[in-house]
């Protein structure tokens, strides 16, 4: 099945800073999503983005699916910004969504 | 605005015991499927739902169970629970394949502790 890898695995910011965050995947896909885990466990959907770029607010995403990866920005980082991001990918081949282990993002005041 | 709800919120169990996690949408969506959240792990697919009467195997179905014989209800059966499923469990729809907006919505998830 396809393969999802996030990077980097952990990330420690100061507030304000900008950061970016990775997604590699093994095959061609049709639905590429990303995710915000806060600290209560919540997840949340930021952006549907199977290829293009997308922009909400001070969080952005592009996804170039001709070279299987996919980018999340996020600027001037808050605390509240802080919990774990996932993305989540489905092939052409199937209906399955399958996820990548995720950053867990931490932002110090 | 129900969305998609989860219950119970936390379950203890003993192992051999059989236990069910429900999840209810109210939006109609054609996707539904059930994961499992372990440290170290990430979020795993265990099964999911195309539609009523149509289920498929995830990445982890090994000693689950499921059914969808209504659109909106998609019950999750552990049949002799083990300590290795001792984990948080999150269950999620979605629109069907090609809709404008595939977007998956999660459930706030089961806290499920086998002792």
């Known amino acids: 099945g396809i393969q999802v890898e996030q990077s980097p695995p952990d990330l420690i910011l100061q507030e304000g800073a900008n950061s970016t965050l990775r997604c590699n995947f093994s095959?061609?896909?049709?639905?590429l999503q990303w995710f915000h885990q806060n600290p209560w466990g919540q997840l949340i959907n930021l952006f549907y983005?199977?290829?293009g770029t997308k922009q909400n607010g001070r969080l952005s995403a592009t996804t170039v699916a001709t070279e299987r990866y996919s980018l999340l920005y996020i600027s001037s980082s808050q605390t509240t910004d802080s919990g774990v991001y996932f993305c989540?990918?489905?092939?052409?081949?199937?209906?399955?969504?399958?996820f990548g282990k995720g950053t867990r993002l931490h932002i110090l005041p | 605005d129900a969305g998609i709800t989860q219950s119970p919120r936390y379950k203890i169990t003993e192992t051999g015991r059989q236990v069910t996690l429900m999840c209810h949408q109210t939006?109609?969506?054609?996707?539904m499927f059930w994961y499992r959240q372990d440290l170290g792990h990430g979020l795993r697919l265990i099964y999911y739902?195309?539609?009523?009467?149509?289920?498929d195997k995830g990445e982890v179905p090994d000693g689950y169970v499921v059914s969808r014989s209504k659109t909106e209800n998609f019950p999750l059966t552990l049949e002799s629970a083990t300590r290795s499923q001792t984990s948080v469990y999150f269950c999620?729809?979605?629109?069907?394949?090609?809709?404008?907006?595939?977007?998956?919505?999660f459930g706030s998830g089961t806290q499920l502790s086998v002792l």
């Open positions: 999620a729809s979605s629109e069907s394949r090609g809709a404008a907006n595939e977007k998956l919505f």
């Open positions: 095959d061609s896909v049709n639905n």
């Open positions: 983005i199977p290829s």
């Open positions: 989540a990918v489905s092939s052409n081949r199937d209906d399955k969504i399958i």
């Open positions: 939006w109609s969506h054609s996707y």
């Open positions: 739902s195309a539609a009523a009467d149509i289920t």
